[in-house]
């Protein structure tokens, strides 16, 4: 079996997307491309992908439409949900260690990180990723922290060689189009010259990105660590074009 890939969405501004696109982007390997995942949620002590997890199981339980839509799901698909391991950063690569020495074979384990650089123990994990997914949007504080973040990792990280890392994206998110806008392009420019390259899928500003579920109705979930992305919910928000960008990438 070849190594599993170390990936992160990070950087040190709160709220830009990193767990919301883990779990998007985890989620759509797993249950619509069948790639085994682990995801080591080490946002202590938020822990906001368990706490995804277990809003998933309270909508699901509630909601009669979403019960049979996954009871449906699950018949065809014969595989368990993905599993999401909590731990504190200084202990994540060792945890997600142990669970592969069981016998368990993910190609890709997804890292879900606290946003800051200024703590030695997620520094450290950041150094085990293979390839490290910066978002940024065009908001002006969080597109400088990212900037920030991405130029110090490349720079001070990558180029050092004490690292596995591989490459460091930036990622577009909440974008008010399908297309990078005029200020995406003059900041890639700009990026560019600090050896900085960003995805060409920009992820569009979309509420459905907070769809993940009801007690009631017939909506589906956008972004569920149970189920698939909600394919009519998925049209017109790049997901599909992102995780063939990031498959490429990381060469799964
Ligand atoms: N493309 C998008 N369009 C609209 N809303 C989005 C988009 N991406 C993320 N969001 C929303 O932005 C908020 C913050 O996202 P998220 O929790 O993923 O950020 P984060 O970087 O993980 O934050 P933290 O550093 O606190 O862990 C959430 O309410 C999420 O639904
Ligand atoms: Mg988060």
């Not at 491309?33 to 997890?53: F, K, N, S």
């Not at 074979?105 to 520094?123: K, S, W």
């Not at 990622?171 to 297309?179: A, D, F, H, T």
């Not at 900085?196 to 007690?215: E, I, R, Y």
Request: proline share 4%; glycine share 6%.
């Amino acid at each position: 079996m070849s190594e599993p890939i170390f990936v992160a969405f990070a950087t040190q501004k709160g709220g830009v997307g990193k767990s919301t696109l883990t779990t998007l982007v985890a989620s759509y390997l797993y249950y619509n491309e069948g790639i085994e995942i682990l995801a080591v949620d080490c946002d202590h002590p938020q822990h906001t992908l368990d706490t995804y997890r277990k809003h998933d199981f309270t909508v699901v339980a509630e909601n009669p439409y979403l019960k049979k839509l996954t009871h449906s799901f699950f018949q065809k698909f014969k595989r368990k949900l993905y599993r999401i391991l909590l731990t504190p950063p200084e202990d994540a690569v060792q945890v997600a260690k142990d669970y592969i020495a069981e016998g368990h074979e993910p190609a890709v384990v997804f890292f879900d990180i606290t946003g800051t650089i200024n703590n030695r123990h997620i520094v450290g994990l950041l150094a085990q990723m293979d390839y490290i997914f910066v978002p940024i949007t065009t908001e002006t504080g969080e597109m400088t922290s990212s900037l920030t973040f991405a130029n110090h990792v490349q720079n001070k990280m990558l180029t050092t060689g004490n690292t596995r890392l591989k490459a460091v994206n930036l990622v577009w998110n909440k974008i008010p189009s399908r297309e990078k806008t005029k200020l995406c392009e003059t900041i890639d420019r700009y990026a560019a010259t600090l050896g900085l390259h960003s995805l060409d899928t920009v992820m569009v500003n979309s509420t459905k990105f907070a769809k993940d579920g009801q007690q009631v109705g017939r909506t589906g979930m956008f972004r569920s660590t149970m189920l698939p992305p909600d394919k009519r919910l998925m049209k017109g928000t790049n997901l599909e074009a992102l995780v063939s960008e990031i498959r490429n990438i990381i060469k799964v």
